[in-house]
């Protein structure tokens, strides 16, 4: 017996032994790849030495005699600390994600392979301009020597993840900087799902006029009367309209789900409502939160001055920030760049298609996809004159796509002679905001507000292409079409000039919350979807608010957290509720119900992490639009995952007789909406109990509304997600100033998945008090302190400085790094 107790503790020691060591073994592997910021390092693409200055908060100020060596010193910074992120978003455009990942990412790869976007990307390289040509070969050249420094030193593969996935680093090419800004253009594209959901549900729908109380219409002028889909696609099945989703987000997708295809909040006051006499601008760009975030802080000398502000890896440009002169923000423009065509095929050769000309052959390819550890597919890419065709299991479009017809997609952003790099690079440069909205036409996909300022004016300028309609477009651009029909295919593109433009406002102030911005008649109206309804009502509030506003005002107004949408609503379907009834006993769903109605009842719609009252409130709207549109939809309603407060707002005040939405249809009785709305209560209380079990006054708005910054890849890897996933208890919501988008899918909808992962305020007062913050921290690397460094900041609502005084860079840096000219 003690020989073999002897013999179990040998056994059992050698077992810890060994997991010991290979535990150091992964994190000596592991660390190799942790960027050293302290070095020299002789190079031989650079005209002149470079010097990277890390600041304290590890944001590196790029010092270089031309512009080219400091576009040269932008991309090797960009691999030092984002090698696997840059990877990963150029194996995304060229549709080769499968070679690392199997089967799972096979339906992300058939798509963009059929979307082609990075050939796209290769044949617009040719069409920037001569500096931006410069600016893509440097920046290229930058990011081939981390990776040769890299192979030449064995620093760990360049990050941790390709000890996983055991990927070749093929060299940075100029067309990959223009295919990362084509996923960028796809992930915040969003009138393609909305064509699809509205279809469906025009399917579902018994009656016809209920379409414009669910999927409401932003007020204002420009809308008109739309035809029923079904008249449009005659023989597409209703069944298949209201069935259960068959699609999900496929791994790695950059499709965006519907209502996550951006977002975004930018404003600017100029010198006569700024307490310092200049301008002001702050600007917040929302898109799906990820570890590490997708903005990365960075500050370049150019020849013109400095620029310093947020970037994407991979692209080659300060994408939202300032310069000396100038400063800008971007916000999601919800111009109409999609239309979805129907495509019929000749029942004779469905290698045809249907023209107004007659039948004309597709344009084919095939494509081979190699997949890890299985064998590889060819799959057969076809486009019509419209565009590429696309799988119906895209937003479930085979559910709306009659027999013998395919869909095609047309989109601004398939173009091979996209010049929006040079615009972006230009903007580095720009003098003042009349020479920024000059060269902004250069811009083509995604479309974007951009909000500028220089030392005297302000102004707004949506840029990106418009696509020319034809004033008798059968759907408007709302519904798939017949592409057949001549009327309903584009007409080329509208003259930038037609872009909505405000420059020096007589209010002094500009902004853009994703709000409507024109009412423009058809086919200039620019959009029939917005992304806010709600959050533009607290923004002029806030405005109107000061007669001058200061770079704190405005970080206030950034971090706002209530909610104009509880403030309408509450007092809608509470109307019947409050304070009505007797006394209920203890433990009773009425007695429960009497103190969530007190608690919302003394609450002022402040979506703060630590009170209970958003909870109740956003459980209580969740599940009573629910009932609302359930019995009508059936599993459609699903894909109503979020809130519309207009719907809401239509029902409860009957316009154009919506309050017919609260009967149920299968019951004998005829309820009411306050019946409806306390019935919801009671389901959300209950859903609270079952998933908190805990006293109404002790939930916490934060522990439903955690931020998910997960990893992409690994995030969902065991163990491995409690190192690279970041979450953190926040305020905010769907329809607050300080945004935090919900998830709306169980089993937790109230996750914080999509907000502003970079947020900046510039004073042009005193350009060096201006800040700016990211959601996370500057690296990729998880074993990195600076992997989630700025994350608890942003949590807190604080920056970091933005200055582009070279001394401050220096006073408290991590590290220098010298590049030398060989």
Same mark, same amino acid.
């Given at each position: ?262 977002? +975004?909040? *930018? $404003?600017? %006051?100029?010198?006569? &409502?700024?307490? /310092?006499? #200049? ?128 869909? +095609?997609? *047309? $989109?601004? %952003?398939?173009?091979? &002679?996209?010049? /929006?790099? #040079? ?133 206030? %107004? ?265």
């Amino acid at each position: 017996m003690r020989l073999v107790f002897r013999w179990l503790v040998r056994l059992a020691s050698a077992a810890i032994l060994l997991t010991v060591l290979a535990v150091a073994l992964v994190y000596y592997l592991a660390s190799r790849s942790l960027p050293d910021y302290a070095k020299t390092l002789t190079v031989p693409e650079i005209t002149a030495d470079v010097e990277i200055v890390r600041d304290n908060s590890n944001v590196p100020h790029i010092f270089a005699r031309a512009d080219r060596d400091a576009f040269f010193g932008l991309g090797y910074a960009h691999a030092q600390d984002r090698l696997w992120q840059m990877m990963i978003l150029r194996r995304t455009a060229q549709g080769r994600l499968s070679e690392l990942f199997g089967r799972r990412t096979v339906e992300t790869d058939t798509l963009i392979r059929r979307l082609d976007l990075y050939n796209l990307a290769r044949a617009s390289v040719e069409h920037q301009t001569p500096e931006t040509l410069d600016a893509l070969d440097a920046y290229a050249a930058g990011v081939n020597a981390r990776i040769d420094e890299i192979n030449a030193r064995s620093l760990g593969r360049g990050a941790p993840e390709f000890f996983l996935f055991d990927a070749r680093l093929p060299p940075w090419q100029p067309a990959d900087s223009l295919a990362v800004i084509k996923v960028m253009a796809l992930q915040l594209s969003g009138h393609l799902s909305e064509e699809v959901l509205r279809a469906r549900t025009s399917l579902a729908l018994d009656d016809a006029d209920r379409l414009a109380d669910i999927l409401p219409d932003i007020p204002g002028d420009g809308v008109a009367a739309l035809p029923e889909y079904a008249a449009l696609a005659p023989g597409a099945s209703r069944h298949a309209a209201r069935a259960p989703s068959e699609a999900r987000r496929a791994f790695l997708s950059p499709l965006p789900e519907r209502g996550l295809a951006g977002a +975004s909040n *930018a $404003w600017a %006051a100029a010198p006569d &409502r700024s307490a /310092s006499g #200049s301008t002001l601008l702050a600007g917040d760009p929302h898109l799906q939160l990820t570890a590490p975030s997708i903005w990365y802080l960075a500050r370049l000398q150019l020849s013109s001055g400095g620029v310093i502000g947020g970037t994407i890896p991979g692209i080659p440009a300060i994408m939202v920030g300032r310069s000396e002169r100038l400063g800008w923000a971007i916000t999601s423009s919800y111009l109409d760049d999609q239309d979805l065509h129907l495509e019929e095929l000749d029942p004779e050769d469905p290698q045809r298609y249907r023209t107004p000309d007659g039948w004309a052959e597709f344009e084919t390819r095939r494509s081979i996809i190699e997949i890890a550890d299985d064998q590889p597919i060819t799959v057969t890419l076809r486009w019509t004159e419209n565009g590429p065709v696309l799988p119906g299991s895209v937003y479930d479009l085979g559910a709306i796509t009659p027999p013998g017809h395919v869909m +095609s997609l *047309a $989109w601004t %952003a398939l173009s091979g &002679r996209d010049t /929006s790099m #040079s615009a972006a690079v230009g903007l580095m440069s720009a003098e003042n905001v009349d020479s920024a909205i000059e060269l902004s036409d250069m811009f083509v996909a995604p479309s974007q507000n951009l909000t500028l300022i220089d030392d005297e004016t302000v102004a707004m300028k949506t840029v990106g292409v418009m696509p020319r309609r034809n004033a008798n477009h059968q759907s408007k651009g709302r519904l798939p079409s017949p592409g057949w029909i001549e009327n309903n295919r584009w007409q080329g593109r509208l003259p930038f000039a037609e872009n909505p433009e405000f420059v020096a406002p007589a209010g002094g102030i500009v902004g853009n919350t994703n709000n409507k911005v024109i009412d423009r008649d058809f086919p200039r109206h620019m959009s029939f979807e917005w992304g806010d309804s709600q959050r533009v009502m607290r923004w002029q509030s806030m405005m109107q608010g000061r007669e001058v506003h200061t770079r704190d005002s405005f970080i206030e %107004a950034q971090l706002d957290t209530v909610s104009p949408a509880a403030r309408t609503l509450l007092p809608l379907i509470g109307a019947d509720l409050w304070f009505t009834g007797e006394a209920a006993p203890e433990g009773t769903p009425d007695r429960r119900r009497a103190e969530a109605l007190n608690l919302l009842a003394d609450w002022n719609g402040e979506m703060n992490e630590h009170l209970p009252e958003p909870l109740i409130y956003a459980a209580w709207l969740r599940a009573l639009q629910d009932r609302l549109i359930r019995d009508e939809l059936g599993p459609l309603a699903d894909e109503y995952d979020h809130v519309e407060p207009l719907f809401i707002e239509r029902v409860f005040r009957d316009v154009d007789g919506a309050a017919v939405w609260c009967d149920v249809v299968r019951s004998a009785r005829e309820e009411t909406c306050t019946d409806i709305a306390r019935l919801a209560l009671d389901d959300a209380l209950v859903w609270i109990d079952e998933t908190y079990g805990t006293q109404l006054g002790s939930l916490r708005w934060g522990d439903a509304h955690q931020a998910t910054h997960d990893h992409p890849v690994l995030g969902e890897v065991p163990v491995l997600r409690y190192f690279v996933n970041i979450r953190q208890s926040t305020s905010g919501g769907d329809h607050t100033l300080l945004r935090g988008r919900t998830s709306g899918r169980d089993p937790d909808p109230f996750r914080n998945v999509h907000g502003a992962g970079y947020r900046g305020v510039y004073d042009f007062a005193d350009p060096d008090s201006s800040v700016f913050i990211n959601s996370t921290g500057q690296s990729g690397h998880f074993l990195s302190r600076h992997y989630d460094d700025l994350g608890q900041l942003w949590r807190r609502g604080e920056y970091i400085p933005m200055s582009l005084d070279p001394e401050l860079a220096r006073a408290a840096s991590v590290g220098i790094t010298r590049l030398v000219a060989d």
